[in-house]
């Protein structure tokens, strides 16, 4: 084996790699990544721990082909050290059984396992297979996920939901997560290839490797290809890097959620986006505890907040609002949980539609000249307040 490839690109290539190999591994051979070079074509990089696979493709100038598993952590320490958009020189020296990197006056000699002992990469039947742009998912997974469940003690809603949806004729691609206290959902445009692809959930660990690997991309658009128990999203950077990014997903049965964010509750507040987060905020400050409870206090054109701890102290803020459908509402909500859900909303109001102190809010954004199409819902349940 005998190439050159660029620091730059080699090195984005080898953090990917990195992203999901596990830092302690039971299985020596997942600590390394499968280096495949191809004359006249390019270099492959595979690596994987075995629920999730990661394969870069890359073109380069080879000019010997070559296969060998190299240690996934050293060769990547060892590219992000060398200068920056230098040219790399790799290739297999037969004397001292290594295979060696060089670039400017640096040389390393690194050892390495043969290529059959790597994992066999299972190739899934993709059923369904569509486009989207980067931009778009990563919104959508960005508001998603402020309601996915943080902890391993129910498997099912340790990730996001998808699945199609036909929202007045139109065709969507729905984005849903909960942790049984709060319900995030939003709902993309999607192409017609989307109506054949089956329900299913993707993992937490998945979500940020995602957003990890299109973090930056601008609007540049990926291939998400749907198989029965695994995805994969295909990405083309403007190195000229080709990622594919699979995973299993999650086997599990997706609450039914559609009651809870469909309620027709007739209590209106609207209010100011940025000054309710402000306010909020503030009050929150002196509630940073285990429940992190702070009281709304509702009328028709003012909303209350007020917080109260027995060990810091107390706090409120009064905001102008405009309230429908009674004279006054009182209503206690964990705090981080409204702060979370409202830094996802872009428009200048907010809307929640509430119903008594003890259901379920509904919160959304309320739409505007300027941003009309804006297709998400949360759901939150309040606290219960105890009467003294």
């Excluded at 929640?352 to 959304?364: K, P, Q, V, Y």
Aim: glycine letters at 4%; proline letters at 3%; one cysteine or more.
């Amino acid at each position: 084996m005998k190439l050159s490839i660029n620091q730059k690109v080699l090195e984005k290539a080898l953090a990917h790699a990195n992203w999901i190999i596990e830092k302690k591994q039971a299985i020596p051979i997942l600590g390394y990544i499968l280096f495949e070079a191809d004359a006249g074509k390019g270099v492959k990089i595979t690596a994987t721990n075995m629920d999730m696979t990661i394969v870069d493709t890359i073109a380069c100038d080879v000019e010997s082909s070559g296969r060998y598993c190299l240690p996934a952590s050293l060769l990547y320490d060892i590219t992000r050290k060398i200068r920056s958009g230098s040219d790399i020189s790799i290739e297999y020296t037969e004397h001292d059984n290594s295979i060696k990197l060089t670039s400017n006056k640096a040389s390393f000699s690194i050892h390495y396992m043969e290529s059959d002992g790597f994992p066999p990469i299972t190739e899934a039947k993709y059923d369904v297979s569509f486009s989207m742009k980067t931009k778009v998912l990563q919104k959508a997974i960005d508001v998603a996920k402020v309601a996915m469940l943080q902890d391993n003690s129910r498997f099912h809603l340790n990730g996001i939901h998808m699945h199609p949806e036909n929202e007045h004729e139109n065709l969507k691609l729905r984005f849903v997560a909960t942790d049984l206290f709060r319900i995030s959902c939003i709902s993309a445009s999607a192409p017609a290839e989307v109506q054949n692809m089956p329900p299913i959930i993707v993992s937490k660990r998945t979500v940020g490797e995602i957003l990890r690997l299109i973090d930056g991309s601008g609007n540049e658009v990926l291939q998400i290809s749907v198989s029965e128990n695994r995805v994969l999203f295909t990405l083309t950077s403007s190195e000229n890097i080709k990622t594919e990014f699979g995973s299993r997903l999650i086997n599990g049965n997706f609450p039914e959620y559609k009651a809870a964010v469909e309620v027709s509750n007739d209590k209106i507040l609207i209010v100011d986006t940025a000054e309710f987060v402000e306010a909020l905020d503030r009050v929150s400050t002196v509630v940073m505890d285990s429940t992190s409870s702070v009281k709304l206090h509702i009328t028709s054109d003012k909303l209350m907040l007020s917080g109260i701890s027995q060990e810091l102290g107390s706090a409120k803020e009064e905001i102008d609002a405009s309230f429908k459908g009674a004279e006054r509402l009182e209503i206690c909500f964990n705090s981080r949980y409204l702060l979370e859900i409202l830094k996802e909303i872009e428009t200048s109001k907010v809307q929640l539609r509430l119903a008594e102190s003890n259901s379920s809010t509904i919160i959304e954004p309320v739409a505007s000249d300027k941003s009309p199409d804006i297709d998400m819902v949360f759901a939150v349940m309040p606290i219960e307040i105890v009467k003294s």
